[in-house]
Structures are given as structure tokens and as C-alpha cells.
């Protein structure tokens, strides 16, 4: 019997916010484990920070500024940034808790405690001796500027009535070199420094970087400086960091410190070889009662040595900190003003930005460079870089329109895609080790995207735009490699005269889409390949399906046929598409399985190494015809072959078959299974009936509901290492892709919900996440959403994770109900009772068509969705003239643009009872 469950503590407290900036406090912080805080800027700086100032600093795999690490070394590791004072007649004191005696301490009350204060994006700790009397804080951020830089304030007071002196030091390991390092040579790798000791500080610099299949030399220098707040430099240095600890010492006791050694390096001074520490002797200080002394540190990374000159320049001195340190809470509280909600709870209020920084962050640290997400290599997967754009398009499509056109140069003709995607715009790999591995659902990702770009915009002719295809070695789904292909040849697709091939974005759609309708197995749903959304599910790629995948594809056709008739509206009454393509365009009959893949190898074979560069004109109204009619045939036979009913006589949809061909849900000697996924995608894609959508319900609530972890499972228990669907099975049940809350999926489900006007089963969703987030004694996270929540309930994977731009994407669009359709502004609000505030008023503030608006609903009649409806809208006070939607109204675009652009509009939205309507237009708006 296993004895893991939800672990809550009482006598932990829980953070709470102290303004409406989204700043927090939490008391005791380091006596949690595991958690770690982001900062970062534009820069290329990425800095991890936990509360006892532990974490790694890099711009990039090959440049680790401090030891690369785990989530597990975060509070095992002793390599922190730490700073000592040495007390006359007392001994050594880490300000950052980091010594021997502070954690033989640390369970035993009343000696020191901790507070953490934390903002948009910086993180100050003060750390309080009482026996002692001392006080100290330590503010560390990341400028928002040019430079790869961290700063860090550390302040100590003197809060007792004796004069104290103290030596400090500031004590800064720097790995300097590539987190491949850590089991490639490590000790090799050491033997490559060149330690400076300049004025203000300590600079690494590797000779060369170390790589068996080619060294290069080194360009980059990793610098601790640091002065006192009358801007003195330090007095001398420690810069080896075996001499630093001493024999038999440890950073945590480090003998320098410990029996107060002088420093014998001063500045000129160079060592060669050996682990590098940035040792900084500071001036000795006497503080007299309630007097504080202060010390600025600058972690930095930097191209040339004489660099050092022009960022001490511009950073290292307590005015620089301090006009930073503005400039920076300023750079992130403006980033993210462009949408923010009041509703009744100012903590989901002051949450939700803390989600709204999400996407931001994911984008700046891709998926790895994280202590969670300690896999990868940089760069960013194809699913994300679509789904993390969501959130921006919300307020700035106009931004993010030539990065997703460039991000088609990613589709392969075969339907697959490159999954690796660098920096920089057009950078793409086939993946990040080279495995030949194909993501069945990554094809119906760009469409929703692309979707709600041309909702918010109007910009319809993007779908007319031309871009290039991905080529490179791996043909016919990665099944087959063209072993005559070169990279030299580059990786854009060519006709056969040895041009590039350029289609429309909307051809690009069709190729994702209609290469799956043929792509199935032995059931007639698109193959599983090696895995779909949930990556956990990779060892099935014989016989698997995703019938899940299937009703999102099924559902997107539909979505593609509505804009091939909007692009008719528009004019655009003939599309051209290659020639190869169209003979996929056809209507499916009930054609068997084998029939389809031998159709399917037809196809790639006309793609294999260039297309013929021919391409034929359909009429666009024809194009959605035969769209409609492959979509209606595949939502049939999901209706008719996948619904199920167990024997508790719960109904809903089969996602799943596994590699043997069996279909994975519903009654089992195991224990009943079912799947969140495979209910989340036709909610998504729209292809359940209403009917369905109860059951649905119906059965989520009974199996896969659980309040201790935040909501809805993934998956039921399948109490076995399912080795022929994936390795999510050989996760303990209740952790990550196997049966945890997972806020990625949960979210989607919720916005599916809201699709179908289940407001408040939707709402319950997301706020059983905010609410279990907000448990810190359970969670143990700070502010956001987790990519899950674990067995036990913590909040795993926190910062970066797609779920934060589905969170908004859902709240904005659906519950607010404020989004574009076609260019327009629609309002359409399934706001429930409890989201009003006190004066009955819900407001978003966002940014449509350029301008800002602050959106407000009100509902004195308390009414929840379904029971209201819009009675008016006034724009700035003036009553404005709309055109009714089902339950919303819709506000020309013409009227946004008419408002002065740069100051905020207001639009006032009064709910009030369902009264009939004497006509109303059904929203569609896929
Ligand atoms: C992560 C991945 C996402 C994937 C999911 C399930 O979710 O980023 O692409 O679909 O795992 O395997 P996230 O961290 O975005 O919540």
C-alpha cells in the first residue's frame, strides 16, 4: 500500500501579498526546500535564486557562470552566493544563513529567523539574528538593460546596543565554463582558468572552451566585483577556491573565514588553473548601534577582460543599484500593465501576474535553464513556441505576426515539423539529439494560434502570406532518411529545378492537417507516432493512436474550412496550393485503414527530396466543402466507435489505443481508466455533442476529480508500467504526465467547458488551481502555476510551463469573454457571481486594435451566466450602438480605431436579466 499522500504543514505560513504590485512576503522561506525564484532580462541573463541565495547564473548552455543545478542541489549544494562577516569576539556569520552553525541551527527556534520579499523580478531576503543583533538584507535582481549582469545589495544593521566589528566577505564560486563540463572534465576543464585579480574584483578566464570534437578558444569572462557604499574596492582577494575553504573546510565553513585569514592576493594578481571563487576582502567596518554598512556586488558576463572597466562604470556603486533597480521594477510592472483583471479577489488579482510573467519567462529561459527543467540544451519545442505566443497575441499580435509566419518555415512537407527552434527567428533543428522523433499533435498547434491572431486582427491575408517548407534528412515522417541530402544544401524545400518552394500559410495548414487524416492505424485515427500532447506517451509508435489528437485535427478541418469561407467573403474566391498536395483534398469515404496509409506513401514519395514546383487553383468555397465533409466523416466515427460507457454506466470518450492495439479506457481488471485528454481535445476541437459534454462532465467529477491536488487528474491509476503506451507509466501514480493535476491539460479543459457555455464547471477549474496554489503550507511554490501538482500536492515545474498562457488565454477570452473575431471586438462575459467585487464590477484592462482599454462589467442583480445579458455599453461614457451575438455583443473595430491611441478608454458593460431577444446571431468563432 503506498503512503504517499498530501503533505500539509500547519505551522507553516503562507506568503501573502503586501501591495497591488503583486509584491509578497513569506516568513521563513528557507525552510522550504526547492523553491527558487527567476531573474532575467532581454539580455540573455538568466539567474536562478532560492532564499538562501543558491541557484546557477548562465546566458546559455556552454556558459555557466556558477555550477549548473538540480532542484535537489539547491538546498544540497554549498556552492551559494554567499557573504560573510567575521565578528570580533564571536566568529564567523553567513548574512545568507550558509554557514555550519546556522544549519546545525536551522531546527532549533528562536536563534534567527527570515523574511523573503519578492517583486516583479527581483528578490530581497533579510535575515535577523536575535542573539546576535544583527540584521541583514540582500537585494538581488537583474537590470533590465544591454548587459549579462545580476546585482546584489547586501546591508547589515546593528540592531543592538553594543558597537560590533565585523571583517566581511563576499564568497562567489564561478563554475565559468559549460554545464557539459560537470561530467565532461570537470577537473580538465578547471586547468583552462586564468583568474585576474583586478581592482574591484575577481574575472575568470578560461583559455579555451572545452569540447573533445574541436576546442575553441574562450570568449567569454565571468566577473564578481564589488565596493563598499562609499564605493571603495575590496581589499584583497580570495580567488582560488580550494585555498578559499582550506584544507579539511567547505564553503560552509571555510577556513579564510573561519579563523579570519587575511587575504594574500591583491589586485594584479593572476592564478592559472584550479576552481575560481570570487573571494572579496571588504574593509573592516565598526557599526556602532543602529548604524548599517552596505556592499554592492556585480555578477557578470562579459566579452573581453578590460569589459570589467564599463560594467563597473555602469553598475557597481549604491546609486547605480538604486537607479537600477527602479528602472527595472519599472521595465516589468510597465511589460505587464497591458492586461490586468480586478475582480472580487484582490489575491487571484495580484496572482494573476505573477501567470501573466509566465510566458514571458518561458520565452527568455526556453525549457530548460530551470533547477526542474534541468534537460535540454535551450531553444525552445515547436508545441510551446506556438502555445506561448498565445498570451502575447492577446494584446500585441501586431508583434508576434512575422515570428509565427516565420515559424511555418518550420513545417516539413511531410506534415512534420523541426522541433528544435533556436533564438533567433528561422533557426530551426530536426531535434535537439537528432532522434528521429515525430509529435503526432504538433501539426494542430499552429492553427489555434494562428487562429486567434486573425480573430484579434481582422489580418485575414496572413493566411495568404508565402513561406518556405523545412527540409533536411529525415523524409516520410522521420520513418525514412534521404541519405543524399546535405546540410550544405540548406534547409528550405526545393522544386526540382532547384528552387525554393514557397507556399501560402494556409497551404502550409493543409499540409499539417490533411497528411494526418491519412496518417492512421488499424482504428482509422491518426497514428500516436511518438507521442502526442502528453510527451509520456513515446512507446507506442507501431500501433497506437491518439484518438484525443483525432477530434482536435477533426475539429480544426472545421476551423480551416470556416477561414477558407471567410477568405472567399473577403474576395479571395481561388487559393493556389501545390500539386502534390491536392490529391489529399478529397472528401473520405469509409476507405480502410491500409488504404489511406499506401495514399499517404504515394504522397511522400512525390515529396521526398523536391517537389515539382507545379501548383493548381480551387476555388476557395470548394476547399471548405471538401474540408467539411473529411472533418464530418472523422467526427462520426469518433461518435460511433469511441464513446464508451463503464460499468458504473459513466460515458465518455476512448483517447487512447496502445501499441497493441487495444483501446486504453473504460472498465479494466486493473481498475476502471480513464483519460482527461481524451475528453480535453473534443471540448477543444468542438466535436462533442452537448449531450456528450454531461457525461463528460459526469464522469471527470467521479473519476478523475480530486481536491487534495488541486482538481482533475490526468488519468485514473493504471496500476501498471504500461510499456506499450509510454514511459508516463513508469512515473509514480499522481507525479507529473502520469495522474497528476496538470494545469496544462486542466486549463484546456476548462476553456474547452467555456466553449460549451459550462461557465461555472469551467470556473471551478481554475479556481481550485489559484486556490491550491495559494496553500502555501501544501504547495510550497511562490506566486503562479505550476506545471503540476504532485501526490503529495506540492507545485512542481513552477515559472515555465504553457499552462500560464492557456490560464490567460482563458480568462481573457472566455470568462471575461473579451477577444477579437475577425478584427472586431466581441464581448461575450461568462464572468460567474463570486468574480464581481463588492460594487458588482469586473474589469480587465487590456490592449485591442492598439488601443487600451479598461473593460468593465457590472452585474448588481448578481446574476451568474446563463441568467444574464448585455443591456449596454457605453465607450468613455457615451452609449455606443452594437450588434448582438448570442450572449455578447459585438464592437466594430472601426469604432476602436477612431479612439486616440496611447491613454486609456473605458468601456462599461451593464449585465442585466436575459430579456428575448427579438433576433440574435450564434457565435462561431473558431
Ligand atoms: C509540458 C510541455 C508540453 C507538454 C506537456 C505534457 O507541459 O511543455 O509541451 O505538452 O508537458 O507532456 P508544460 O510544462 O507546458 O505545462
Not at 500539509?8 to 504590485?21: A, E, G, K, L, P
Not at 504538433?442 to 486567434?452: D, E, K, N, Y
Not at 467555456?754 to 495559494?774: C, P, T
Amino acid at each position: 500500500m503506498s503512503t504517499d499522500q498530501m503533505k500539509t504543514d500547519s505551522s507553516v505560513d503562507n506568503w501573502h501579498f503586501i501591495d497591488r504590485d503583486a509584491t509578497f512576503r513569506l516568513h521563513n522561506p528557507h525552510l522550504t526546500n526547492h523553491l527558487f525564484f527567476p531573474l532575467v532580462n532581454e539580455a540573455g541573463m538568466m539567474s536562478i535564486v532560492t532564499p538562501t541565495l543558491n541557484g546557477d547564473i548562465k546566458t546559455g548552455q556552454h556558459t555557466f557562470f556558477s555550477t549548473p543545478v538540480s532542484v535537489d542541489d539547491l538546498h544540497n549544494s554549498r556552492s551559494a552566493r554567499n557573504f560573510w562577516v567575521f565578528i570580533e569576539g564571536h566568529g564567523p556569520w553567513s548574512l545568507t544563513g550558509n554557514s555550519a552553525q546556522q544549519i546545525a541551527q536551522r531546527f532549533k527556534d528562536g536563534t534567527e529567523s527570515t523574511e523573503l520579499e519578492a517583486g516583479l523580478l527581483w528578490h530581497a531576503m533579510r535575515r535577523e539574528h536575535h542573539h546576535l543583533n544583527l540584521k541583514a538584507e540582500i537585494v538581488n535582481f537583474v537590470p533590465s538593460g544591454e548587459d549579462q549582469v545580476e546585482m546584489m545589495r547586501v546591508t547589515i544593521t546593528n540592531t543592538g546596543d553594543q558597537t560590533r566589528e565585523l571583517v566581511p566577505t563576499a564568497a562567489i564560486p564561478v563554475f565559468g565554463r559549460s554545464a557539459d563540463n560537470l561530467r565532461d572534465h570537470r577537473h580538465v576543464t578547471s586547468l583552462l582558468h586564468r583568474t585576474f585579480c583586478d581592482r574591484y574584483g575577481v574575472l575568470v578566464r578560461p583559455t579555451l572552451s572545452f569540447d573533445e570534437r574541436g576546442h575553441i578558444p574562450n570568449t567569454r569572462t565571468y566577473a564578481v566585483l564589488g565596493c563598499d557604499d562609499q564605493k571603495r574596492p575590496p581589499e584583497g582577494f580570495f580567488p582560488v577556491l580550494e585555498d578559499f575553504i582550506g584544507e579539511g573546510g567547505n564553503l560552509d565553513w571555510p577556513q579564510m573565514i573561519v579563523l579570519n585569514r587575511s587575504p594574500e592576493a591583491e589586485a594584479g594578481d593572476m592564478m592559472e588553473g584550479y576552481e575560481a571563487i570570487g573571494g572579496l576582502r571588504f574593509s573592516r567596518v565598526r557599526l556602532q548601534p543602529g548604524e548599517s554598512c552596505t556592499w554592492v556586488l556585480v555578477l557578470a558576463i562579459f566579452d573581453k577582460l578590460q569589459n570589467a572597466a564599463e560594467i563597473q562604470a555602469r553598475y557597481l556603486s549604491t546609486d547605480r543599484f538604486n537607479e537600477w533597480f527602479n528602472r527595472t521594477r519599472d521595465h516589468w510592472k510597465n511589460r505587464l500593465t497591458d492586461l490586468e483583471v480586478q475582480t472580487g479577489d484582490s489575491h487571484f488579482n495580484n496572482w494573476m501576474r505573477w501567470v501573466s510573467v509566465q510566458p514571458v519567462l518561458r520565452r527568455l529561459y526556453g525549457n530548460s535553464f530551470m533547477p526542474y527543467h534541468d534537460y535540454g540544451r535551450g531553444g525552445r519545442g515547436w508545441r510551446d513556441l506556438w502555445q506561448d505566443h498565445l498570451a502575447l497575441l492577446l494584446t500585441r499580435p501586431e508583434e508576434v505576426k512575422d515570428i509565427l509566419l516565420g515559424n511555418y518555415a518550420g513545417v516539413r512537407f511531410d506534415g512534420s515539423n523541426a522541433t528544435i527552434i533556436g533564438s533567433n527567428p528561422g533557426e530551426f533543428k530536426a531535434d535537439r539529439n537528432d532522434i528521429p522523433r515525430v509529435w503526432m499533435d504538433h501539426g494542430a498547434w499552429p492553427l489555434l494560434t494562428t487562429c486567434l491572431y486573425i480573430n484579434q486582427t481582422g489580418d485575414l491575408d496572413f493566411l495568404l502570406r508565402e513561406q518556405t517548407y523545412f527540409k533536411d534528412h529525415h523524409v516520410a515522417r522521420s520513418k525514412e532518411v534521404d541519405s543524399d541530402w546535405k546540410p550544405e544544401q540548406g534547409t528550405a524545400l526545393k522544386t526540382a529545378d532547384g528552387q525554393i518552394y514557397r507556399g501560402t500559410v494556409f497551404e502550409h495548414l493543409l499540409v499539417q492537417h490533411l497528411t494526418m487524416c491519412y496518417n492512421v492505424g488499424e482504428h482509422n485515427l491518426m497514428r500516436l507516432e511518438n507521442a502526442d500532447w502528453n510527451d509520456g506517451l513515446d512507446m507506442a509508435g507501431e500501433h497506437g493512436e491518439s484518438a484525443a489528437m483525432t477530434a482536435l485535427y477533426a475539429g480544426n478541418l472545421l476551423s480551416l474550412a470556416k477561414l477558407a469561407r471567410h477568405l472567399h467573403a473577403r474576395g479571395h474566391g481561388r487559393i493556389k496550393l501545390a500539386e502534390e498536395l491536392i490529391p489529399l483534398l478529397i472528401p473520405q469515404t469509409e476507405e480502410v485503414p491500409a488504404a489511406k496509409q499506401a495514399y499517404l506513401e504515394r504522397y511522400f514519395e512525390g515529396c521526398y527530396r523536391t517537389l515539382s514546383g507545379k501548383q493548381s487553383t480551387l476555388s476557395t468555397k470548394e476547399v471548405a466543402e471538401r474540408l467539411e465533409a473529411i472533418a464530418g466523416v472523422i467526427i462520426n466515427r469518433l461518435h460511433n466507435q469511441e464513446w464508451i460507457r463503464s460499468k458504473t454506466g459513466h460515458e465518455w470518450f476512448n483517447g487512447y489505443y496502445d501499441d497493441d492495439g487495444q483501446h486504453v479506457e473504460g472498465d479494466h481488471p486493473l481498475g476502471l481508466r480513464m483519460t482527461l485528454t481524451g475528453q480535453t481535445f473534443h471540448l477543444l476541437g468542438r466535436t462533442a455533442t452537448p449531450d456528450q459534454v454531461e457525461h463528460i462532465l459526469r464522469a471527470v467529477q467521479r473519476f478523475l476529480h480530486d481536491p487534495a491536488v488541486g482538481g482533475i487528474r490526468l488519468n485514473t491509476n493504471f496500476r501498471e508500467v504500461k510499456q506499450n503506451l509510454g514511459r508516463a507509466f513508469g512515473f509514480a501514480f499522481g507525479h507529473k504526465e502520469n495522474g497528476a493535476m496538470f494545469s496544462h491539460m486542466a486549463v484546456m479543459y476548462a476553456y474547452g467547458l467555456y466553449q460549451y457555455g459550462k461557465a461555472r464547471e469551467a470556473f471551478r477549474v481554475l479556481d481550485e488551481i489559484f486556490r491550491h496554489s495559494l496553500k502555501f503550507p501544501v504547495s510550497r511554490m511562490y506566486p503562479g502555476i505550476p506545471e503540476y501538482f504532485n501526490a503529495r500536492g506540492r507545485g512542481m515545474y513552477p515559472y515555465l510551463t504553457g499552462s500560464a498562457s492557456w490560464y490567460m488565454l482563458t480568462l481573457v477570452t472566455q470568462a471575461f469573454g473579451v477577444r477579437g473575431l475577425l478584427g472586431d471586438l466581441l464581448l461575450a462575459p461568462q464572468l460567474v457571481r463570486e468574480q464581481f467585487d463588492d460594487q458588482d464590477r469586473a474589469t480587465i484592462r487590456t490592449l485591442f486594435a492598439g488601443r487600451h482599454l479598461q473593460v468593465s462589467f457590472f452585474n448588481p442583480q448578481k446574476l451568474d451566466p446563463g441568467e444574464y445579458m448585455i443591456h449596454s455599453v457605453q465607450l468613455d461614457h457615451q452609449t455606443v450602438l452594437f450588434s448582438r451575438k448570442d450572449e455578447g455583443v459585438l464592437l466594430p473595430k472601426t469604432a476602436l480605431e477612431k479612439l486616440q491611441p496611447g491613454v486609456e478608454h473605458s468601456v462599461e458593460i451593464l449585465l442585466g436579466a436575459k430579456q428575448n431577444l427579438t433576433h440574435y446571431e450564434e457565435i462561431d468563432d473558431r
